[in-house]
């Protein structure tokens, strides 16, 4: 499937409502390689929209970007997770903190995806980069 109809195809997904199968389609048809900057690259777009600047965030961002430091998105999604721990530990969300956590868990997802890239054998689970798309 070319890259306009796969395109189309997730934007026909999207709009019935289907943001995972949309999120799938893309993700599976990406060249191996190019799945963690693509993820950071959604990130960024979140981070940049919102203006809500988070530092285990950059980090994400900034690891997906960087092949030379794949390696370490395992200890990068454990500074997310913990910081995604520490907000819902919080017994109200100001409507900041609220997109901050929604940040948080794309996050995540980056880390994950960027993990999986260097094929470890304790990798996430295989759909991570398909939640990118819903996140």
Not at 50 to 73: M, R
Request: net charge negative; proline share 4%; charged share 25%.
């Amino acid at each position: 499937m070319a890259t306009n109809e796969i395109l189309s195809e997730a934007r026909s997904l999207w709009n019935k409502g289907n943001a995972l199968e949309a999120g799938k389609l893309i993700f599976e048809n990406l060249p191996v390689g190019t799945r963690p900057q693509w993820a950071a690259r959604v990130l960024r777009l979140v981070v940049d929209r919102t203006g809500i600047k988070s530092q285990p965030v950059e980090l994400a961002i900034s690891t997906a970007n960087s092949p030379s430091d794949w390696g370490k998105a395992h200890d990068v999604f454990s500074t997310v997770r913990r910081a995604t721990l520490e907000l819902d530990r919080l017994s109200a969300l100001s409507p900041s903190q609220m997109l901050l956590m929604e940040h948080l868990v794309l996050a995540e997802l980056v880390a994950k995806v960027t993990y999986n890239e260097t094929n470890p054998d304790d990798e996430f689970d295989e759909d991570s980069g398909w939640w990118v798309a819903r996140a």
